[in-house]
């Protein structure tokens, strides 16, 4: 289930927090948490407001994820270029188990909501997002590493890296 707007509102307002930090990072990129795991720090290009990663399906792997300009500096906080991942506790990388009970439920602000939500509720929350602002469906399936199976978008229309940010920035 996505994220309501009050719930975001709390994430803006507790961003001291680390959980709802990592909540608005799934929220506005749309990765998967395991996907963020798995985010190398080589792959982090915070000058162009872009990762590369994802996994799952061919579309989904080794994907552009545009940096909206709300979460770049949560983004550039994590960012060490000696860390190999650019989520790591205490000089480790994070498995999902790892992730889910260190950070999502240790979170006072998660765990302050009337609702319980999932990790995996980021990825929902952007794609309900980008649909309401009325992101073009071949952008929102860019971002989220969706197959298209009309041949017409997945093979003949091609989107810049700047209109992927320009997108995501709409939200």
């Known amino acids: 289930k996505p994220f309501t707007q009050q719930e975001l509102q709390i994430f803006w307002q507790n961003t001291d927090d680390f959980g709802a930090k990592i909540a608005l990072i ?30 799952k399906t061919a579309a989904g792997k080794n994907r552009i994820i545009p940096i909206a300009d709300k979460i770049l500096p949560f983004i550039a906080e994590m960012y060490n270029p000696q860390n190999e991942y650019l989520l790591m506790r205490n000089g480790k990388s994070l498995y999902y188990e790892k992730f889910k009970y260190q950070i999502w439920k240790a979170s006072k602000v998660l765990n302050s909501l009337p609702t319980k939500h999932l990790p995996h509720d980021g990825r929902h929350t952007c794609a309900t997002l980008m649909d309401d602002a009325e992101i073009p469906l071949k952008i929102r399936q860019l971002i989220l590493g969706h197959t298209s199976t009309d041949i017409t978008n997945r093979v003949y229309i091609h989107k810049t890296i700047q209109q992927l940010i320009d997108a995501i920035n709409l939200i």
Do not use: F, H, Q, W
């Open 26 to 55: 799934l929220c506005y990129t749309g990765l998967r948490p395991s996907e963020l795991l798995k985010i190398k720090t080589a792959d982090v290009n915070l000058e162009e407001k872009i990762m590369r990663g994802g996994m």
